[in-house]
């Protein structure tokens, strides 16, 4: 695996319907899907000939969700450090032949993510904040922030950026790897709700995509509102409930 400790290589829907999700992704992100030819059932999405993330069908009673991969130097090792730190392995490390080595691991406020070695020496270019149909910013939304940060920043080397004030919310502290943005914790705005990540992917003009969206069945949850640095955003679910996000420049 080429990507440094630490980045994200991968995004992997869990849903009801991967038929129905398939083509809704497909035509609001210009994915194309296919099969993965070592893991039966598994959709891998694409585009233009880059691996974006896969889909497959979530097990009995988990709910629809979108989960990111952050590539490590060490699955086993990785993992037995985030319960060592009170965090939880879902999944004990294991081989995906021609793939790599993964864990499902959570951190001790409860949110979900894999760690992976890819087999590949080639770099996932599946984070590319700039490219259309590929993921652009990953969020976290924490019970605690300060603890998220400390967490997430000892476990993959990520460091603080700046704090962006959010009124009574508190701040949106913006992530970085490798000096480079990618990602930001922030509490999270419904007590009720847990900790979780949530993905934004790239649109072109976020205006006809959160038309596009709204009338292949998603639910709007937020925006589209502009972002600092002209941006706008949408936060939906999709038709079978996953919560996704996108990000787009007006239009």
Same mark, same amino acid.
């Not at 914790?185 to 959160?210: H, L």
């Not at 038709?239 to 239009?251: D, E, I, T």
């Given at each position: 695996?080429?990507?440094?400790? +630490?980045?994200?290589?991968? $995004? ?6 991967? *038929? ?21 059932? $598994? ?8 691996? &974006? =993330? ?11 969700? %979108? ?6 130097? /060490? ?8 319960? !060592?730190a009170g965090g939880a392995v879902h999944m004990p490390p294991r081989d995906l032949p021609g793939? +790599? ?5 959570? /951190?001790? @406020? ?10 590949? *020496? ?12 590929h993921c652009a910013w990953n969020e976290l939304s924490a019970a605690s922030l300060d603890a ?9 080397? %990520? @460091? ?12 949106? @502290? ?8 990618? +990602? ?12 979780? %990540? ?7 003009? &976020?205006? !006809? ?10 639910? &709007?949850?937020? +925006?589209?509102?502009?972002?600092? =640095?002209?941006?706008?955003?949408? &936060? ?16």
């Amino acid at each position: 695996m080429a990507n440094t400790h +630490g980045s994200f290589i991968w $995004y992997e829907l869990l849903t009801s319907d991967p *038929d129905a999700a398939g083509r809704f992704y497909a035509d609001l992100l210009g994915w194309t899907t296919g099969s993965h030819d070592s893991t039966p059932g $598994y959709t891998v999405f694409s585009r233009d000939e880059a691996g &974006i =993330g896969g889909m497959m069908r979530a097990p009995e009673g988990v709910r629809p969700c %979108w989960l990111g991969y952050v590539g490590v130097d /060490d699955v086993d090792a990785a993992a037995a450090a985030f319960a !060592e730190a009170g965090g939880a392995v879902h999944m004990p490390p294991r081989d995906l032949p021609g793939v +790599g080595r993964i864990a499902m691991v959570a /951190d001790p @406020q409860g949110a979900p993510l894999y760690l992976m070695r890819g087999a590949s *020496d080639r770099s996932s270019t599946a984070f590319s904040p700039d490219a259309v149909g590929h993921c652009a910013w990953n969020e976290l939304s924490a019970a605690s922030l300060d603890a998220a940060v400390e967490f997430h920043a000892s476990h993959f080397g %990520w @460091q603080r950026g700046e704090v962006m004030p959010m009124g009574p919310a508190g701040g949106y @502290q913006l992530m970085l790897h490798e000096g480079t943005a990618f +990602g930001a914790i922030m509490p999270r705005q419904v007590e009720a709700m847990p900790p979780m %990540w949530t993905y934004y992917f790239r649109v072109a003009a &976020i205006g !006809e995509a959160e038309r596009r969206a709204r009338q292949a069945g998603a639910a &709007i949850l937020h +925006g589209p509102v502009e972002v600092p =640095g002209g941006d706008h955003i949408v &936060i939906a679910t999709d038709p079978q409930g996953a919560l996704f996000a996108l990000v787009g420049k007006p239009g």
